[in-house]
């Protein structure tokens, strides 16, 4: 089992958040729905203006800092049934407390344009939530699903998901990952239940 770290602060006394985005690497991947996760991340980034260019514990990373919060910002690199591995290894070498995690990733029961942000729960078939709940031996980390919605007809959802986003989706994309990225820094902020009321459900609500 993973060991959780309750050392809430580093040396120079700011506290650290890692958010971690799920997706698969390569360029074949990039765009398709199964990597909302990291385009979330890298929307993230936009904001903070912060660059992923270092590979760390299997992931590309950034970093931000303030007079308020350190931030990592992640996208695992092992593919998305192994993240776990990479989340794990971040957490421990920051020896970031578990309450100070967030992952991002896709959830097909939740339609495009739709949030939520939860406190724990289990990975409801989400390989990359999954890998982290086994790696760390906990479902107690707050998460943010990002809806994709299902497959129509009788298409398989494996396919589904590693299909590209529809012209047609490309501005409810841009507005769900504006939210996501809002979402994912009021997190680190003002905590989760702050975030979890200003930001569950769909994005014509925020």
């Given at each position: 089992m993973?060991?959780?770290?309750?050392?809430?602060?580093?040396?120079?006394?700011?506290?650290?958040?890692?958010?971690?985005?799920?997706?698969?690497?390569?360029?074949?991947?990039?765009?398709?729905?199964?990597?909302?996760g990291?385009?979330?991340?890298d929307?993230?980034?936009h904001?903070?203006?912060?660059?992923?260019?270092k590979?760390?514990?299997?992931?590309?990373?950034?970093?931000?800092?303030d007079?308020?919060?350190?931030?990592?910002?992640?996208?695992?690199?092992?593919?998305?049934?192994?993240?776990?591995?990479?989340?794990?290894?971040?957490?421990k070498?920051?020896?970031?407390?578990?309450?100070?995690?967030?992952?991002?990733?896709?959830?097909?029961?939740?339609?495009?344009?739709?949030?939520?942000?939860r406190?724990?729960?289990?990975?409801?078939?989400?390989?990359?939530?999954?890998?982290?709940?086994?790696?760390?031996?906990?479902?107690?980390?707050?998460?943010?699903?990002?809806?994709?919605?299902?497959?129509?007809?009788?298409?398989d959802?494996a396919?589904?998901?590693?299909?590209?986003?529809?012209a047609?989706?490309?501005q409810?994309?841009?507005?769900v990952?504006?939210?996501?990225?809002?979402a994912?820094?009021?997190?680190?902020?003002?905590?989760?239940?702050?975030?979890?009321?200003r930001?569950?459900?769909?994005v014509?609500?925020?």
């Open positions: 993973f060991r959780l770290f309750r050392k809430t602060e580093t040396e120079s006394g700011l506290p650290v958040f890692l958010i971690a985005g799920f997706g698969n690497p390569g360029r074949e991947y990039m765009n398709t729905r199964h990597n909302i990291f385009m979330a991340v929307r993230i980034c904001r903070l203006d912060v660059f992923l260019g590979m760390q514990s299997n992931a590309l990373t950034a970093q931000f800092k007079s308020h919060h350190r931030i990592i910002l992640a996208k695992p690199q092992t593919f998305m049934n192994l993240s776990g591995q990479a989340v794990g290894g971040l957490l070498f920051y020896k970031i407390p578990i309450e100070n995690l967030l992952v991002i990733h896709d959830d097909l029961d939740l339609p495009l344009g739709t949030l939520r942000i406190p724990s729960g289990g990975s409801g078939g989400q390989k990359g939530l999954g890998s982290t709940i086994e790696r760390l031996g906990t479902q107690n980390f707050a998460r943010l699903r990002l809806g994709i919605g299902r497959p129509s007809g009788r298409m959802a396919d589904y998901v590693l299909q590209s986003f529809h047609n989706d490309r409810m994309l841009d507005t990952l504006d939210s996501a990225a809002e994912a820094l009021l997190f680190v902020r003002e905590g989760l239940e702050t975030a979890m009321n930001f569950n459900g769909s014509e609500k925020n």
